[in-house]
């Protein structure tokens, strides 16, 4: 019961580490969602516990193996409802339709890469779905693995509170969020928008609406673009 996540790595220390903290952490410890790391190496071959070998076809750096890999995965999710992820910035990217749908389902296996790759036959015969979250390489699959799992945490019911648990914020419209002011009503200069101090909810919404559209338009052309159509 609950959101669960299993994460495969060969840094389960590095688990929950940033996920113990803030809105996930709370939740984390109250139960709403679990977590537990496992280290492929536990699966590693000989007396070294070696989990990777030389790329076939030469070069540089190493691969972790398919059947050390496959052998962690089977322990940890042989017969599992769950999806299964590899991060790797080879993936599809991460978007906000999918957390919401990942978040909606019984949680996530996620395999975190390092070295060079995976043997490329773990990925097929395991049906690990490749997922990147962003154009950028990290040295590894765990940062990645965390951002996705907190994504998905916040949206879990009782986690996020009232504030801003949906509709109106950034991407569930399809928009950029909004500019945010708070006291003082003047500050260095700079003033809040006469509107939002005018008690008038309806023109609030529009200009908020308009700024969103316009903050997307200037900054996220591909997302504004991908909205009009
Ligand atoms: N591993 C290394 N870089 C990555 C990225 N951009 N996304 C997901 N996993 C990764």
């Given at each position: ?164 648990s949906g509709a109106e914020e950034s991407f569930e419209a399809g928009l950029l969020e909004y500019p945010h002011y708070t006291r003082p009503r003047a500050w260095e200069g700079r003033e809040i928008p006469e509107i939002l101090l005018s008690g008038n909810h309806g023109a609030v919404a529009r200009w908020r609406r308009e700024e969103a559209e316009r903050l997307t338009r200037a900054r996220r052309p591909d997302l504004w673009e991908k909205k009009s159509?």
């Amino acid at each position: 019961q609950g959101w669960h996540a299993s994460v495969l790595t060969l840094f389960p220390e590095m688990f929950p580490g940033p996920l113990g903290f803030s809105l996930a952490g709370e939740a984390l410890k109250r139960g709403d969602w679990s977590l537990d790391a496992h280290d492929i190496r536990d699966h590693g071959l000989g007396r070294h516990r070696s989990v990777d070998d030389t790329p076939a076809g030469g070069g540089p750096g190493m691969v972790l193996r398919a059947d050390v890999l496959a052998s962690a995965i089977d322990a940890v999710c042989a017969a599992d409802a769950r999806p299964r992820f590899l991060m790797s910035p080879r993936g599809r990217p991460l978007e906000q339709a999918r957390v919401r749908a990942l978040a909606e389902g019984p949680g996530a296996v996620i395999v975190c890469g390092r070295f060079e790759g995976v043997d490329e036959r773990v990925i097929a015969g395991r049906g690990l779905e490749e997922v990147s979250i962003g154009d950028y390489v990290l040295s590894g699959g765990e940062l990645a693995a965390m951002v996705m799992i907190d994504a998905c945490v916040r949206l879990l019911p009782g986690v996020m509170g009232h504030d801003s648990s949906g509709a109106e914020e950034s991407f569930e419209a399809g928009l950029l969020e909004y500019p945010h002011y708070t006291r003082p009503r003047a500050w260095e200069g700079r003033e809040i928008p006469e509107i939002l101090l005018s008690g008038n909810h309806g023109a609030v919404a529009r200009w908020r609406r308009e700024e969103a559209e316009r903050l997307t338009r200037a900054r996220r052309p591909d997302l504004w673009e991908k909205k009009s159509t």
